[in-house]
């Protein structure tokens, strides 16, 4: 088993979208980090 499966972690992501002309997205950006379990994202309250 990978080393990164063997400990529990939580996903924090992120992102960006693009519109043009008020309807289309053109483009999306994302960033994905791998956190400690349950750690506190720093947005305000949690939503568990």
Do not use: H, Q, Y
């Amino acid at each position: 088993m990978p080393v990164g499966l063997l400990a529990r972690c939580t996903w924090e992501l992120a992102e960006l979208f693009r519109m043009e002309g008020g309807k289309e997205i053109r483009r999306v950006e994302a960033v994905l980090n791998d956190v400690p379990c349950k750690m506190v994202s720093g947005w305000g309250d949690s939503a568990f």
